[in-house]
């Protein structure tokens, strides 16, 4: 798995792009990179585009994972958009898990939205 996490100015946006076969340590790190460029850029909203990934190697130990570093940074996260963009169903799944897990834990103020083409994410997002 490889994934690019950059600040768009123009944009005042985070994007991140994942490519391959997804491999947990890899994707937290992604995860914590992401809160890295947040911490630098605190109004800037985030898409995650997943269109070139395959997470079928993820479990829902790892989504849960994922989810406990996002409510570790809730602070940091909040009140934030974050567009996710993908082509399967697989994708699509995995985030509503992520989604629901954080809800349940208490939540945080982001908002959340899936989309299937990018040109829609960043619209949103803007």
């Not at 989810?67 to 809730?74: G, L, N, P």
Request: with cysteine; proline share 1%; hydrophobic share 40%.
């Amino acid at each position: 798995m490889e994934y690019d996490c950059i600040y768009n100015a123009k944009n005042n946006t985070i994007e991140t792009t994942t490519h391959g076969l997804a491999k947990a340590d890899v994707f937290i790190k992604m995860v914590r990179s992401i809160i890295e460029e947040c911490k630098q850029h605190e109004i800037a909203n985030l898409i995650v585009d997943h269109t070139d990934l395959d997470s079928s190697p993820l479990t829902i130990d790892n989504i849960e994972t994922v989810k406990k570093i996002t409510i570790s940074f809730k602070s940091i996260l909040n009140n934030r958009k974050i567009a996710f963009v993908v082509s399967r169903d697989l994708e699509l799944g995995l985030i509503r898990a992520w989604e629901n897990m954080i809800e349940w834990s208490g939540g945080t103020a982001i908002e959340t939205k899936i989309f299937k083409k990018r040109e829609d994410a960043l619209k949103w997002v803007k």
